[in-house]
């Protein structure tokens, strides 16, 4: 599984999605407001919408809450005009980091960001340096200990997947960003146990970290995510579940 997704399941089970609700609020309502504003009202015609408002959803948001942040992207209500930008860093071990923002302020964000990778052992690269490494993929996560391999794998081909693996507790099934939710849908229509799904950046190949240096990148992830204007962190990590769970724990 790739790191990043393992480690916010990890922090779902640990209740930190919770205990920071205001923040996710935050971060999920900037998403629907800059993709009402890029594509539109209608989440039928706009995946990044759509996604967002599934977000919302799975995070228990008020439909008011989303009908207001739709409004602000298509200017009906006036609201904060954010900008669109992606850093990119190593941390600790040659790890390669990607960092999506939403900001309405960047001479704000980018010190910020600078600092938490100086901070953290890590440093701030220009654009492009990482980016290369990643592919933009859709990401469905699907509970192995409810489904066989051969059946699941079977399923997945039929509904339009381009791959599948095993990875710890759980099967990830990846699609092409624009069919994620048709091939979803398709699977959850059969009874699949989808645990996830989402439109991500996936590495190519993984760096291997442990010990000290494990614990320097989590610690790097984890600050570059709570900071407001940060929507998503993606990294090339490679960590044992065992390892993220007692960095967890700590």
Same mark, same amino acid.
């Given at each position: 599984?790739?790191?990043?997704?393992?480690?916010?399941?990890?922090?779902?089970?640990?209740?930190?999605?919770?205990?920071?609700?205001?923040?996710?609020?935050?971060?999920?309502?900037?998403?629907?407001?800059?993709?009402?504003?890029n594509?539109?009202?209608?989440?039928?015609?706009n995946?990044?919408?759509?996604?967002?408002?599934?977000?919302?959803?799975?995070a228990?948001? +008020?439909?008011d809450?989303?009908?207001?942040?739709?409004?602000?992207?298509?200017?009906?209500?006036?609201?904060?005009?954010?900008?669109?930008?992606?850093y990119?860093?190593?941390? +600790?071990?040659?790890?390669?980091?990607?960092v =999506?923002?939403?900001?309405?302020?960047?001479?704000?964000?980018?010190?910020?960001?600078?600092?938490?990778?100086e901070?953290?052992?890590?440093?701030?690269?220009?654009?492009?340096?990482?980016?290369?490494?990643?592919?933009?993929?859709g990401?469905? =996560?699907?509970?192995?200990?409810?489904?066989?391999?051969?059946?699941? /794998?079977?399923?997945a /081909?039929?509904?339009?997947a381009?791959?599948?693996?095993?990875?710890?507790?759980?099967y990830?099934?990846?699609?092409?960003?624009?069919?994620m939710?048709?091939?979803r849908?398709?699977?959850?229509?059969?009874g699949?146990p989808?645990?996830?799904?989402?439109?991500?950046?996936? +590495?190519?190949?993984?760096?291997?970290?442990?010990?000290?240096?494990?614990?320097?990148?989590?610690?790097?992830?984890?600050?570059?995510?709570?900071?407001?204007?940060?929507?998503?962190?993606?990294?090339?990590?490679?960590? +044992?579940?065992?390892?993220?769970?007692?960095?967890?724990?700590?």
């Amino acid at each position: 599984m790739s790191g990043h997704s393992r480690w916010s399941q990890i922090k779902r089970k640990k209740g930190k999605a919770d205990v920071q609700r205001g923040k996710l609020f935050s971060k999920i309502l900037r998403e629907i407001t800059v993709a009402a504003r890029n594509g539109g009202a209608d989440p039928k015609v706009n995946m990044r919408l759509k996604a967002a408002i599934e977000s919302a959803k799975e995070a228990n948001m +008020p439909q008011d809450n989303i009908k207001r942040a739709i409004q602000k992207g298509t200017g009906e209500l006036p609201g904060e005009s954010y900008e669109e930008i992606t850093y990119e860093g190593y941390a +600790p071990g040659g790890v390669a980091v990607m960092v =999506q923002v939403l900001t309405d302020n960047r001479n704000r964000t980018a010190p910020e960001v600078r600092h938490l990778f100086e901070k953290h052992g890590g440093n701030l690269g220009t654009s492009g340096a990482v980016a290369w490494m990643f592919d933009r993929k859709g990401v469905i =996560q699907v509970d192995a200990d409810r489904i066989g391999e051969d059946d699941l /794998l079977a399923r997945a /081909l039929d509904a339009g997947a381009t791959d599948m693996r095993r990875a710890e507790k759980a099967y990830e099934i990846t699609t092409a960003p624009a069919e994620m939710d048709a091939v979803r849908d398709a699977l959850q229509r059969t009874g699949v146990p989808v645990l996830e799904a989402q439109v991500t950046y996936v +590495p190519q190949s993984t760096v291997r970290v442990e010990g000290a240096t494990a614990v320097s990148v989590m610690r790097l992830i984890e600050a570059l995510e709570d900071l407001d204007d940060v929507q998503h962190v993606y990294a090339n990590y490679d960590i +044992p579940d065992e390892v993220l769970e007692a960095i967890s724990a700590a």
